[in-house]
Structure formats: structure tokens, C-alpha cells
């Protein structure tokens, strides 16, 4: 199948057209080779399909895109800020309204609790930054 570079989808239709005896859906053939059912010795046989939607994880997989590792806590911040005891400390925030769409950015000034917040188009931090939505 891999060879002749024939997708599960032709290789079903083919077998119907050619009358044959055994009859199998496409989804039945993506099944099997997810799920190991197909001995193919190329190994990762399922990422050379051709696929179309969503591609598949596995249960336990976790995704590591677009995560940030905060290198410092909250504990290490300056003793002033903690204390609130100068001007001029911020926090920042975001809040995230429905799935992919527009979110709050909040930004607190720590010792007056001072509140700036701005509807923004997305999370991606060239919006964060400027605060609009050209990112330009």
C-alpha cells in the first residue's frame, strides 16, 4: 500500500471494482494500522498516509508547542513589590474568553491595585504587547 502509494480510500474503492471477494471500508483499513493490527515494515506507517482532519495522538501524548517554562516564582520577586511598598510594579494577565477567540489583557500596578484592561483579538504576544490587533 505504501509502495504504490495507494490510500487506504483507493485501496477499499479498487477492491470493489474489482469485484473481489473481500470487501473492507477505508476506515476499517486506518483502524487497523493506528491501532498495529497491519504488520507494515516501515515503521510509522500511519504518518505517511495520506490524512485528512485532525491528526491523531495517542491517549497519554502531551503536547509541548507553544508552552513557555517560567524560569523564576513568585517567591523570588523584589522584596519591594512583594511588600508593596514602591509605584511602579506591574502584574499581567490574561483572561481567556471561548476557545482560539478574544481575551482580557488585565495589568495591575501592585501598591495603588490600579487595573488597566484591554480587550484584545488573541494571546499571541505581539497583541499582548501593543495592546491592538495590527500587529505592525
Same mark, same amino acid.
Given at each position: 500500500?505504501?509502495? @504504490?502509494? =495507494?490510500?487506504? /480510500?483507493?485501496?477499499?474503492?479498487?477492491? /470493489?471494482?474489482?469485484?473481489?471477494?473481500?470487501?473492507?471500508?477505508?476506515?476499517?483499513?486506518?483502524?487497523?494500522?493506528?491501532?498495529? =493490527?497491519?504488520?507494515?515494515?516501515?515503521?510509522?506507517?500511519?504518518?505517511?498516509?495520506?490524512?485528512?482532519?485532525?491528526?491523531?495522538?495517542?491517549?497519554?501524548?502531551? /503536547?509541548?508547542?507553544?508552552?513557555?517554562?517560567?524560569?523564576?516564582?513568585?517567591? /523570588? +520577586?523584589?522584596?519591594?513589590?512583594?511588600? +508593596?511598598?514602591?509605584?511602579?510594579? =506591574?502584574?499581567?494577565?490574561?483572561?481567556?474568553?471561548?476557545?482560539? @477567540?478574544?481575551?482580557?489583557?488585565?495589568?495591575?500596578?501592585?501598591?495603588?491595585?490600579?487595573?488597566?484592561?484591554?480587550?484584545?483579538?488573541?494571546?499571541?504576544?505581539?497583541?499582548?504587547?501593543?495592546?491592538?490587533?495590527?500587529?505592525?
Amino acid at each position: 500500500m505504501l509502495d @504504490g502509494k =495507494w490510500s487506504p /480510500e483507493q485501496l477499499s474503492k479498487r477492491l /470493489e471494482f474489482e469485484k473481489s471477494d473481500l470487501s473492507i471500508g477505508f476506515n476499517t483499513i486506518y483502524r487497523a494500522i493506528h491501532q498495529g =493490527w497491519l504488520d507494515i515494515s516501515e515503521g510509522k506507517a500511519s504518518r505517511k498516509l495520506r490524512h485528512k482532519g485532525r491528526t491523531r495522538r495517542r491517549k497519554n501524548h502531551l /503536547e509541548k508547542r507553544g508552552k513557555i517554562t517560567i524560569s523564576h516564582t513568585l517567591e /523570588e +520577586r523584589p522584596i519591594s513589590a512583594q511588600n +508593596r511598598s514602591r509605584f511602579g510594579h =506591574w502584574e499581567a494577565d490574561t483572561v481567556l474568553g471561548v476557545a482560539g @477567540g478574544a481575551c482580557l489583557l488585565t495589568l495591575t500596578e501592585r501598591k495603588s491595585r490600579f487595573e488597566l484592561v484591554k480587550k484584545i483579538a488573541g494571546k499571541k504576544s505581539i497583541v499582548g504587547e501593543r495592546g491592538d490587533d495590527n500587529p505592525a
